[in-house]
């Protein structure tokens, strides 16, 4: 069975930061690109950013420069460091793991989610 369970949200003032963390069983974790996305309230669920196996990352413009994924292969983990907070980065965050990408098709499993709010 599956799991990716994120972990790290929470309240936090504008340019201020958190750290997101997924971990992830239950599949070869070497395998896939994993991901995050965001969804905020009334609107679609969104790309944040995704890295690769070997590293290779790419990020949505909105988060370019402000926020980093990074990935343990020994630990099955991956995460988000979230610098620079704007009210408009508040959403539930997804983990995703998948096909490397920015389309929410590419991806098989999904967190359950994490709700980081940015307060102005």
């Known amino acids: 069975q599956v799991r990716l369970v994120e972990s790290g949200g929470g309240l936090v003032q504008a340019g201020g930061s958190l750290r997101l963390s997924c971990a992830a069983s239950?599949?070869?974790?070497?395998?896939?690109?994993m991901a995050w996305f965001r969804q905020a309230p009334g609107k679609e669920r969104e790309f944040v950013a995704v890295?690769?196996?070997?590293?290779?990352?790419t990020y949505a413009d909105a988060v370019k420069g402000r926020f980093t994924i990074s990935r343990d292969n020994a630990k099955n983990t991956v995460s988000l460091q979230m610098n620079s907070l704007k009210p408009e980065d508040t959403a539930v965050y997804y983990c995703?793991?998948?096909?490397?990408?920015?389309?929410?098709?590419?991806?098989?499993?999904w967190g359950q989610g994490t709700q980081v709010t940015v307060s102005s």
């Open positions: 239950g599949l070869t974790f070497s395998s896939y690109a």
């Open positions: 995703a793991a998948g096909t490397y990408g920015s389309r929410r098709s590419g991806y098989d499993y």
């Open positions: 890295i690769t196996w070997g590293g290779y990352t």
